[in-house]
């Protein structure tokens, strides 16, 4: 869980995980010099549970935060969960009881998109039958899916076999602000054999959650550019239909003129 800022709301993050009737997990909260009381509420939850590990790292932004999180794990397998999401009720158990007759590099899951309220405004499903896939299946929905949902990119709702990240090497590009789990994911689909797809809710997701205020970042739509190119690439190397790569046409030449025009 990388922290910034989230004095609101990751002690409700936190206590999503702690509600899970899977006890053998481990919390890794990684603060990143957050201007609030994030780290303060962070260690005392801590002291609370000693599964929950917290760090103090100098901010270098959530791509940073993440990979050193990914070096601190202990577990089989990593859930990457935002500081202002909630895990629904016994998703580790929904997992659990998918791996026991299931040896797959990752697992999709559907996630709720909700408003400040609680409200649930849209369910992102994969639109694949519950299962045990070759991984092959990922890429003739992955582009078109991408652009109208982003369920492919989104970090969360998804679990990783931890040695897979480990032995292909593959963490997330600091240099890139924005999309950053879309290119980190990339990587993976690239090297996965085996990916499960699964109709279970694995997390609630806000929209607009309040955070402290700062200036509006700028768009690095060059870094945008750079990314759907590796994905048009992904795409061309499995072979996918041509209808396929002109979706990834489309959203090129969209960042292109952003980058030139904007």
Not at 201 to 225: E, G, H, K, L
Request: proline fraction near 3%; aromatic fraction near 12%.
């Amino acid at each position: 869980i990388p922290v910034y800022n989230k004095e609101l709301y990751v002690a409700r993050t936190i206590e999503s995980v702690l509600k899970q009737s899977v006890r053998d997990w481990e919390i890794i909260a990684v603060d990143d010099e957050s201007g609030d009381s994030s780290l303060q509420i962070l260690q005392e939850l801590s002291k609370k549970d000693e599964r929950i590990k917290v760090y103090s790292i100098e901010n270098k932004g959530v791509s940073n935060a993440r990979n050193f999180a990914m070096k601190q794990a202990c577990g089989e397998y990593i859930m990457f969960l935002d500081a202002d999401d909630e895990m629904q009720p016994d998703i580790l158990s929904e997992y659990e009881l998918i791996l026991e007759k299931n040896d797959a590099d990752i697992i999709f899951t559907a996630y709720n998109l909700i408003s400040e309220k609680g409200d649930i405004i849209f369910t992102g499903y994969s639109g694949l039958q519950e299962g045990l896939y070759d991984a092959s299946i990922l890429f003739p929905y992955f582009a078109v899916k991408q652009q109208t949902k982003g369920y492919f990119g989104f970090v969360t709702n998804k679990l990783v076999k931890a040695s897979f990240i480990s032995e292909n090497d593959i963490e997330f590009d600091t240099n890139f602000k924005l999309a950053e789990d879309l290119d980190f994911f990339i990587k993976l689909y690239r090297v996965a054999t085996k990916v499960y797809f699964s109709d279970a809710v694995s997390f609630r997701y806000m929209t607009n959650p309040v955070v402290v205020p700062v200036a509006p970042p700028m768009v690095d739509y060059y870094s945008q550019i750079v990314i759907r190119i590796k994905m048009k690439d992904l795409m061309a190397e499995k072979n996918v239909l041509n209808e396929v790569l002109d979706v990834c046409n489309i959203q090129i030449t969209k960042y292109i003129c952003c980058y030139i025009f904007d």
